[in-house]
């Protein structure tokens, strides 16, 4: 098992930034990928951007390319997720989830490649 907890979010102007983090505990040796997704009211869960433990390659939602950046500290298993430029669209709860397979097509965007998620954290940007 793979615990998550996300933490970071809250309410922020447009044009501002937000640092979320999610710490990883348990059998996170068993972990291949991390990745965030984003869930607003009425809408489906989305992939935002998602990473590897191993080598660092990263990828991003075409929405949040050039604003959001993943990254990953492997000795405290923990993920971030800097979000700058922040729109009122990006307001979601964010989820941080963990898989245990290696794609090398990189499918890392689709929902069924993660085994374990977080509950998520709100993030808020106001006009």
């Known amino acids: 098992q793979v615990q998550l907890v996300e933490s970071g979010g809250g309410l922020v102007q447009a044009g501002g930034s937000l640092r979320l983090s999610c710490a990883a505990s348990?059998?996170?040796?068993?972990?291949?990928?991390m990745g965030w997704f984003r869930q607003a009211p009425g809408k489906e869960r989305e992939f935002v951007a998602a990473i590897r433990w191993s080598g660092g390659d990263t990828y991003y939602a075409d929405s949040v390319k050039g604003r959001f950046t993943i990254s990953r500290d492997n000795a405290k298993t923990t993920v971030y997720l800097q979000m700058n430029s922040l729109k009122p669209e990006d307001t979601a709860v964010y989820y941080c989830a963990a898989g245990s397979g290696y794609y090398p097509g990189g499918y890392y965007y689709m929902r069924n490649t993660y085994n374990y998620w977080g509950r998520g954290t709100q993030v808020t940007v106001s006009t």
């Open positions: 348990g059998r996170t040796f068993s972990s291949d990928h």
